[in-house]
Each structure stands twice: as C-alpha cells, then as structure tokens.
C-alpha cells in the first residue's frame, strides 16, 4: 500500500493541507498489547489510524516520516523493523518495504534542534514538543474527515458485507431464538460477504436488553412482543460501517409500533439533512424536537417539542448524539471543528460531534427512543420534569426497551445524502 498511487496521492494532499515548515513529523504504528497475564498472547494488533492512514501498512513498531525540508520525492520517508526468524515462523509475516527502523536514529540526528511533532503511537526514546504534536493532529484529523475515492470503496464493501449480515438474520427473528444465535449467524454472513471482522463489537438486545446502549449479546431467547434491536457493521480493511435495525418480535403492539414509527421519521428527516455547511448540532437539535414531537403525539411527553428541547427533557428518552462520523474504525475522526470547544448546553451535552458538514463526510445517523430505567427512575430527573413527562405512563413501559436506526450517510457536494446502508431494510417487522 505504502508505495501505490493512492497512498503517494493521500500523502502529498495531507503534507499540503498540513502546512508544515520547519517541524518535522514521526507517526508511528504501535505495538501489540500483551493480554495482563504475561503469556506470549496479545489483542489483536490494529496499527493506530494515523499511521494506517498515511502508510496504509499493519505493521507493528513501524513509522512514517515527514520532513517538509527534503525535496518533494524525499520528503515522507518509512521505517520498518527487521522481521525476526520467530515472527516468519510463528506468523509467516515477510519483511515490509521501508528502511530499517535502526536507521531512524540517524535521521532524527540530521534534523536536531527543530519541533518533532510525534503522532500515531509515539516512539520510545524521542521527546516531541507536546504543543507541536496537538496542534498537528487536529490538523491531521480535520485532513482526513473528507473520505477520498478509495476510503468510499472500502467502505461500500463493507456495507455490502454488513446487509448481507442483516439478510442472514432477518428470517430468524422469531420467538425462542437467542440472541446469541443472531451474532453468531450475522457475524459469520458478514465474514462470508468478504468482512475481514466486525467493526465494533455487535450489540443484540431483546426485549428491556434493547435500551441498554451498547449491550453484549446473551443466551436470552426473544419473546413474543419484544423489540429486538440489532447494531452491528462489518469491517473490510479497517474500514466499517455502523448499522442499527430495530425489529418487532412477532405481535406488535401498537405502543411499540408508534415507538418505532417515531424514531424511523426522525432518522429519515434528519438523513436528509445532511448537506454541506450543515452544522451536526443543529441536524442533532431538530431530530431532537422531532422525538418529542413523536413522543408528545404518543402521551409519554407534555408540552411544545420545542421548549422540552430547550430544557434537555429529550435526554431522558434520547441520551445520546445523533452519530459520529464512521469509516477508518466506528468513531473514525469524530469530535469538533477545528478550534472549538465541547458544548457545555444540558441540550447538547451528549454531543461529541459538532462540526459544520462537508462534502465526502461519512456520518453515522442514529437517532433512538429508549426506556432506560436508571434515568427514568432517577429522583432527581423525575423532579425536574415533573410537569414534562407522563410518569404513570412510563412506570408502565419502563421495560419495554427502546428503539434506534441507524445509518451511515455520505455528505455529497450537489444533491441529496447518499445512504450506504440504504439496502437494509428498515421495517418494525
Ligand atoms: N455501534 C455503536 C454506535 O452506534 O455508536
Ligand atoms: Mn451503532
Ligand atoms: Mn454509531
């Protein structure tokens, strides 16, 4: 990869929208992580993303290099460590392209005295100048928010791989099969579609198990009624892709029917949205007064959508973002605008990602509506929207679950949002 087109092309148009003068930049791969027991096992290793990004390489203990000094076919220059007999035998690696990592020193040496800014993994033994290296990773993480051509191919594989997931599962959604089995049957369509993994770790919740965010699935089989919320993305390459479906098990009530209804109007208005020079918190606001809207519709809230938004009463129902940008790894280069700080609005607090859009960004959209019993049994929230919330309706449903839909939308320069994950279908059931 280090050598191909697109990599030489990727790098001259990051040194470009860098700047840099006089720093020179290290990023390095990183290590394998030994598990705590001391045993020869490690995680598995997956090179930090600004290496991988710039040398497209998983290469453990390896480097890249960037001296805006040298002349432009000189300038970004690979390190690798020299493949021991142990790694060809143990793991068949072969040697990488690149200079021996001995000789890093050296070069380092020549370019004494001027700012290092260290990314990626930083390399033992160096002192970067630590105001230098934050200011050259936001720089680097702004850079790479807009997908190229080969970062969109990468990422349509994957959504290709994860609906052949969801396609796999979706006959077996029924009353007595466990969640277990649906990891077990979407994880192994995914791998068969040509997903080198998953993207994240697959969540399957039924019934009260689908308003716990991030739930592992269990043994526990699904029952007639249930809500069964899927969220689950295959990965190709490192790219992923983030996917939630929310399905009805069986007879649906027509409470968990409006549930649904709701969230899935929300996620396709605020799909729509998505344009250039959109700022993500205002996409996130008008979603948010889109759920109320739903919810005051159903009886469970009281009062002018709008206002409840302005007091945070969302929050109870919807304690999350909107999205994150996804691609090169699930949260890929999510956080805020160049300069700006994390909200500190009780409205906004659960936003890590607020940015104005632009074209070629690849968003998460994921509004939810869930009935997560330690908030809404919370005294002190109970107290403070009193007024706001129908309590004696909610005790009825405080285990009913939640529901969210999910997915990963590109920002396009005319036109509207193009859905990667449009092929999934969406349906309560
Ligand atoms: N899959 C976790 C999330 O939606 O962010
Ligand atoms: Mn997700
Ligand atoms: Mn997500």
Request: proline fraction near 8%.
């Amino acid at each position: 990869m280090l050598e191909t087109p697109v990599f030489i092309e990727r790098r001259a148009r990051i040194a470009a929208r860098l700047g840099l003068d006089s720093e020179v930049l290290l990023v390095g791969a990183g290590h394998p992580v030994p598990l705590p027991e001391n045993s020869d096992q490690t995680y598995p290793f997956l090179a930090h993303v600004e290496y991988h990004y710039l040398a497209g390489l998983e290469c453990p203990g390896a480097l890249i290099a960037y001296d805006p000094q040298e002349p432009p076919a000189h300038r970004w220059v690979s390190f690798v460590p020299t493949v021991t007999e142990d790694e060809r035998v143990w793991e068949g690696r072969t040697q990488p392209p690149g200079r021996p990592l001995e000789t890093l020193d050296a070069w380092l040496t020549r370019r004494r005295g001027r700012p290092l800014a260290a990314l990626g993994e930083p390399p033992r033994g160096f002192a970067p100048d630590l105001a230098t290296t934050a200011r050259v990773r936001d720089l680097l993480k702004h850079a790479r928010r807009e997908k190229d051509a080969h970062e969109l191919a990468l990422l349509r594989r994957a959504a290709a791989a994860t609906a052949a997931g969801y396609e796999a599962v979706a006959p077996l959604v029924r009353p007595g099969v466990s969640e277990r089995t649906l990891q077990i049957e979407l994880e192994a369509a995914f791998l068969r579609a040509g997903a080198s993994g998953t993207g994240y770790s697959t969540i399957v919740g039924a019934g009260s198990n689908a308003a716990v965010l991030h739930f592992a699935p269990t043994a526990r089989v699904l029952q007639d009624g249930d809500f069964l919320l899927v969220d689950a993305g295959a990965a190709v390459d490192r790219y992923v892709c983030d996917v939630t479906r929310t399905h009805i098990v069986g007879t649906s009530s027509p409470f968990r029917r409006d549930l649904h209804a709701v969230v899935l109007a929300a996620e396709e208005r605020a799909i729509a949205r998505c344009l250039p020079g959109a700022e993500w918190r205002d996409i996130h606001l008008a979603a948010a007064v889109d759920l109320v809207e739903g919810l005051v519709a159903m009886g469970v809230m009281r009062g002018r959508p709008e206002d409840l938004v302005a007091r945070a009463a969302h929050t109870l129902f919807f304690p999350h973002g909107l999205g994150h940008m996804v691609g090169l790894g699930v949260r890929d280069a999510s956080g805020t605008a160049p300069g700006r700080a994390r909200s500190t609005d009780p409205a906004l607090r659960n936003l890590r990602t607020d940015m104005p859009l632009a074209p070629g960004y690849v968003m998460t959209v994921e509004p939810g509506l869930y009935f997560i019993p330690p908030l809404l049994q919370d005294p002190a929230r109970r107290d403070r929207f009193h007024d706001a919330v129908d309590w004696d309706l909610v005790d009825r449903h405080l285990h009913v679950g939640g529901v969210r839909i999910e997915d990963n939308i590109v920002v396009r320069e005319d036109g509207p949002p193009e859905n990667l994950t449009a092929a999934i279908p969406k349906q309560a059931s």
